[in-house]
């Protein structure tokens, strides 16, 4: 169960011994109102002055109780839609929402109670799976590599390169013998998301149609490529508002979204430069798989550059799959985090374990 995103809930179920056996089932989102999008944004303003991750203050504590219910209704309500009983549910993995993330400040919260939600679900669940990887020096993200590459074992070729593109755009490079490599490569939909609400009061640029009539300024565009973050050597990881301060106030609507879907590409290109081997197939999921204007820019489409959906896969439940692979794993005590995709000092499990 995947809460990362400021768009809604995404509730899976997967059958899985958190190794080799991966059977996808069922899988829904549950859309956040207005109001309850507005209680997380004030969470993530909030939590800017965060330096004790077990700190609620104000209103971080009313979204963390508020959240918590709202995944007990998703689960309720999906086991219910679904035909399924309780006894067909093992374990929960609960991702919560991330409301800062500063592994440098050994700091990543994500607002959720795990026992809170276990008590209300009556199943058990492993919940705060970044800590333990941060706390010993690791990036805390990504943590779906390990799934990805489960995926990618149905797949003839290799590399393979998965691109998650959220709010944030990550990737996970699988090797010839299973190696992995995986980082954040840079902005994802959050910049273009947070333009739009600003500039046109709405919270996407749907098929990326407004960003196919602008024009790019590419004096700013070279600005944004030239942080010094895209010359750091993975593993590496970003916060949502990492790219926050932008040059971009004195553009037209429609130019400042080109610039920024452009940013978005660019940095995803640039990515390819840390791979031992070109990725012979890219494998697009998460949010801007849907923005057409994106997907039409990548090099190589459609054989190449792929959504999740035309390789055979489902997009949309792909990260709330990861967490249930994930959850197994924690509770096997398999590791979920290792030195190529954190940069951890040795492959390493986490999570807490939550019973009713």
């Known amino acids: 169960m995947s809460g990362t995103s400021l768009d809604g809930i995404d509730v899976a179920l997967l059958h899985t011994d958190g190794e080799d056996v991966v059977k996808r089932g069922p899988s829904a989102t549950y859309a956040y109102r207005p109001e309850q999008q507005a209680l997380l944004q004030d969470a993530l303003e909030e939590a800017k002055a965060l330096t004790d991750r077990t700190a609620r203050p104000g209103i971080l504590g009313d979204a963390e109780r508020a959240l918590t219910g709202w995944h007990a209704d998703a689960v309720q309500k ?19 929402q991330t409301v ?33 990887d941060v706390a010993a020096g690791g990036q805390g993200a990504p943590l779906v590599p390990v799934y990805h590459r489960a995926l990618a ?27 992995l490599i995986a980082f954040d490569t840079g902005p994802g939909n959050a910049l273009l998301n947070d333009w739009c609400l600003k500039r046109i009061g709405r919270p996407f640029d749907e098929d990326g149609r407004l960003a196919a009539t602008g024009k790019i300024d ?12 895209f010359e750091d050597r993975p593993p590496k990881s970003l916060d949502r508002n990492s790219f926050a301060s932008l040059p971009l106030g004195h553009l037209s609507d429609a130019d400042g979204a080109a ?81 190529g995709t954190t940069g951890c000092p040795e492959p390493l499990s986490g999570g807490l374990a939550a019973t009713p």
């Open 100 to 132: 800062i993330h500063r592994p440098e400040m050994q700091l990543t919260v994500q607002l959720g109670d795990g026992p809170a939600l276990a008590r209300r679900l009556g199943r058990p669940v492993m919940w705060d799976m970044r800590a333990a």
């Open 78 to 96: 999906f086991v219910k839609d679904n035909g399924l009983s309780d006894s067909e549910i093992d374990v929960i993995g609960f991702h919560g």
């Open 218 to 229: 590419e004096s700013a565009l070279a600005q944004l490529l030239g942080n010094p973050y």
């Open 153 to 179: 074992a149905s797949l003839p070729e290799r590399p393979v390169a998965f691109l998650n593109i959220g709010g944030v755009a990550n990737v996970s490079w699988i090797g010839r013998n299973g190696e």
């Open 259 to 339: 610039t920024l879907l452009a940013f978005t590409k660019f940095s995803v290109m640039q990515a390819d430069d840390w791979f031992p081997e070109a990725p012979r197939r890219w494998i697009v999921c998460g949010g801007g798989r849907l923005n057409r204007t994106l997907m039409e820019s990548f090099p190589g489409r459609p054989t190449v550059f792929q959504t999740a959906e035309e390789a055979g896969f489902n997009g949309d439940s792909m990260e709330a799959e990861a967490w249930a692979y994930l959850a197994v794993r924690c509770l096997k005590g398999l590791p979920i985090t290792f030195p």
